[in-house]
């Protein structure tokens, strides 16, 4: 008779275990960047949406592989397609939000998926951004690369406003090394070819949510904007600092 109710309490366990909402995930990923949408499925395996704080969104489906401990994780919107694994840490396992792990991504993104934060800045980008394998620790909320990986965008009739005015050129394919940079902070540094050694671009996420760029008049040249001064192509121009977080109104 013991054996029967230990046996009968041992399924009704499993069966709870199995059948764990997919809802739950949100206590891991939800945060002040990040929140799961209409979560559906069970924890082990569901489907829903990510929006993040940049107006950027994407639909994600997950799978839970119990050992080594990660979620396998694939990425789509339109013309974006990303594959990517969570591996969380003790510390997330044993607590109710995301604290040390490692993210792993590859793939493609879009440029409609990028267009709801590029629009912001009055920038507007065609084509394609293909992401090498990349490996990221998060640590505090904070990213870090694991080692330096790159992105290359495929090309195409950039349109921007500066200054009231609208500009467009039609530019060749560029590549993106992605590092940390002295301080820690993620940087992205822009060339036209993979032989060029003087950034065209140098892009940087700071701590604060703020994002830095200098700019060099290699890239005014390619970007087609008029500029009459006599600097060398990879001197730097100007350099701008803009809060990533969305406007108040």
């Not at 792990?101 to 293909?130: K, S």
């Not at 005015?165 to 992205?188: F, H, I, K, S, T």
């Amino acid at each position: 008779m013991k054996l029967r109710i230990f046996l009968i309490t041992g399924l009704g366990l499993l069966w709870l275990l199995a059948n764990l909402p997919a809802n739950l995930l949100r206590q891991f990923i939800d945060s002040d960047q990040l929140t799961l949408v209409a979560p559906q499925g069970s924890l082990w395996h569901g489907s829903g949406t990510l929006v993040s704080s940049l107006g950027l969104r994407a639909q994600v489906q997950w799978q839970t592989v119990f050992w080594p401990l990660r979620l396998n994780l694939h990425l789509t919107d339109k013309d974006s397609n990303i594959h990517g694994r969570l591996e969380p840490g003790l510390s997330t396992v044993l607590s109710d939000h995301l604290g040390n792990h490692r993210l792993t991504l590859e793939g493609q993104l879009g440029a409609t998926t990028l267009a709801p934060l590029l629009q912001r800045y009055d920038l507007f980008v065609p084509g394609i951004f293909r992401l090498n394998h990349t490996q990221l620790s998060v640590q505090q909320k904070q990213f870090h690369l694991d080692q330096p990986s790159s992105l290359q965008w495929s090309g195409g009739t950039v349109r921007y406003i500066l200054a009231n005015r609208q500009y467009q050129a039609a530019m060749p394919p560029l590549r993106a090394v992605l590092a940390n940079n002295d301080e820690g902070q993620l940087e992205a540094k822009i060339y036209s070819s993979e032989t060029d050694t003087a950034a065209l671009l140098i892009l940087r996420a700071a701590q604060n949510g703020t994002v830095y760029f200098a700019v060099s008049r290699g890239m005014l040249d390619l970007a087609n904007y008029p500029w009459s001064g006599s600097e060398a192509a990879d001197e730097l121009i100007f350099e701008v600092q803009r809060n990533l977080a969305p406007s108040r109104r």
